[in-house]
T-cell receptor, first 114, second 111 residues
Framework: ETGVTQSPTHLIKTRGQQVTLRCSSQSGHNTVSWYQQALGQGPQFIFQYYREEENGRGNFPPRFSGLQFPNYSSELNVNALELDDSALYLCASSLGGEGSYEQYFGPGTRLTVT | GDSVTQMEGPVTLSEEAFLTINCTYT??????LFWYVQYPGEGLQLLLKATKADDKGSNKGFEATYRKETTSFHLEKGSVQVSDSAVYFCALMGNTDKLIFGTGTRLQVFP
């Protein structure tokens, strides 16, 4: 069974640029959730995708957007990067719609905005 | 809205000491409760969970009991090891499928 993978591991961008982060879900999972973890804080929910549709969104502006593909992998896109976007971005996969509560996290992508 | 409050760290212990990390929550309905652990430079790993009142989650010597009357889910371990040094996050999942996390508690265990 393949776990959750994320790419890239680290990324450095300049303020105003755009970035795309990628996540491959665990085999058999159809739901991907994205979280932002600022330094020294707990993860904050960005949004969730279930079977290619957005299924809930946290308190993040529209410049945070996402996609889920037919193989259930997912992308997080952030436009017009700001310094406060510097964080660890975590992706978690789960088997939604089946009453499962467990989300399995990837290792994260460390984004630094300068 | 739903929220989780954890004791602030760092918690510093000697090896083989008893560990308690307090966690309380606010939620409507009957959330599921979780403890996740984050080792340096890594993502989150699910440590244990409980889905209803009075359930006890346990794993790797860690335990936590879902106490609805006190809205708590305290993490305990009878004898910590240096390898337990990490950041521990308490989290809940309510009616939606999103996790709501506390701010985390750093545990440092010294030999």
């Amino acid at each position: 069974e393949t776990g959750v993978t994320q790419s890239p591991t680290h990324l450095i961008k300049t303020r105003g640029q755009q970035v795309t982060l990628r996540c491959s879900s665990q085999s058999g999972h159809n739901t991907v959730s994205w979280y932002q973890q600022a330094l020294g804080q707990g993860p904050q929910f960005i949004f969730q995708y279930y079977r290619e549709e957005e299924n809930g969104r946290g308190n993040f502006p529209p410049r945070f957007s996402g996609l889920q593909f037919p193989n259930y992998s997912s992308e997080l896109n952030v436009n017009a990067l700001e310094l406060d976007d510097s964080a660890l971005y975590l992706c978690a996969s789960s088997l939604g719609g089946e009453g499962s509560y467990e989300q399995y996290f990837g290792p994260g992508t460390r984004l630094t905005v300068t | 809205g739903d929220s989780v409050t954890q004791m602030e760290g760092p918690v510093t212990l000697s090896e083989e000491a008893f560990l308690t990390i307090n966690c309380t929550y606010t939620a409507t309905g009957y959330p599921s409760l979780f403890w996740y652990v984050q080792y340096p430079g890594e993502g989150l790993q699910l440590l244990l969970k409980a889905t209803k009142a009075d359930d006890k989650g346990s794993n790797k010597g860690f335990e936590a009991t879902y106490r609805k009357e006190t809205t708590s889910f305290h993490l305990e371990k009878g004898s910590v090891q240096v390898s337990d040094s990490a950041v521990y996050f308490c989290a809940l999942m309510g009616n939606t499928d999103k996790l709501i996390f506390g701010t985390g508690t750093r545990l440092q265990v010294f030999p």
